[in-house]
């Protein structure tokens, strides 16, 4: 698994990769990364994207983390249970649905289980999760999958101005002269932060100062959009 540096490194490179462009790529503090090259030293900030960002901490984060974790041990379990001769789909409620113990989810999606035992597909087992797909494939180890629902709600430009704020403030600290100043919000690391960037709307009221780029990248598929501002200024 990579480090958040090494996520944060990776939005640079894909950007710098996709818009064809080279640079070294130096690890500092803050900001994140100084790159050098073409005379320039730009400093580069990297966050992450969520639709709830704050200083402070995501609930979606926060929520995605109580999933993989239910995740892991409800997985554990069905392979207790069904070490070979199935395949398990596990499918998940979106993001927003409520909070519980892990511990009794887990209780709760055998307990349903064993009430369902003849059936291929269980609906709503637990709390977060919408159903359970069981199916026989003969004598091979059981395979396990996940799967998690989408709310699918338009993304919006003004979910990027909380971490814009937040940057801008912390970039206005740096200790060092820069040529330039970029902000790179990944998008794509975290299942809680995906979005399509081609699907966000009006993205030219997004206004900033002090910073010469400000760039989406998708590090999926590296896909990338600059925001443009009459604000802008050096």
Same mark, same amino acid.
């Given at each position: ?22 640079? @070294? ?7 994140? &990364? ?10 580069? %900030? ?13 609930? +979606? ?16 379990? /069905?392979? @207790? ?25 887990? %209780?709760?999606? &055998? &307990? ?30 059981? /395979? ?35 040529? $330039?100043?970029? +902000? ?18 009006? +993205? ?16 999926? &598929? ?8 009459? $604000?802008?200024?050096?």
């Amino acid at each position: 698994m990579l480090t958040t540096k090494e996520i944060e490194r990776l939005a640079v490179e894909k950007y710098l990769q996709a818009s064809d462009q080279s640079y @070294e790529v130096e690890d500092f503090e803050s900001p994140d &990364f100084i790159l050098r090259g073409k005379g320039k030293k730009i400093g580069c %900030e990297v966050t992450e994207f969520y639709p709830d960002y704050s200083p402070k901490g995501s609930d +979606l984060r926060q929520r995605e983390r109580y999933l993989n974790n239910f995740h892991q041990k409800l997985k554990t379990k /069905l392979l @207790e249970y069904y070490p070979q001769g199935y395949t398990i789909g596990i499918n998940y409620k979106p993001y927003m649905s409520e909070k519980s113990s892990t511990d009794l989810e887990v %209780e709760s999606v &055998f &307990f349903n289980i064993k009430q369902s035992i003849n059936l291929r597909y269980i609906n709503d087992p637990s709390k977060n999760s919408r159903g359970i797909l069981i199916h026989k494939i003969g004598d091979f180890p059981t /395979l396990i999958s996940q799967m998690i629902a989408s709310d699918d709600i338009t993304p919006k430009a003004e979910w990027l101005i909380p971490m814009i704020e937040s940057k801008t403030k912390l970039m206005q600290n740096w200790n060092s002269t820069f040529s $330039e100043k970029w +902000l790179i919000i990944s998008i794509g690391p975290s299942r809680a932060g995906y979005i399509s960037i081609n699907r966000i709307k009006n +993205l030219d009221s997004v206004k900033y100062i002090l910073w010469n780029k400000i760039i989406l990248i998708d590090i999926h &598929f590296a896909d990338y959009i600059e925001i443009k501002s009459t $604000e802008h200024r050096l």
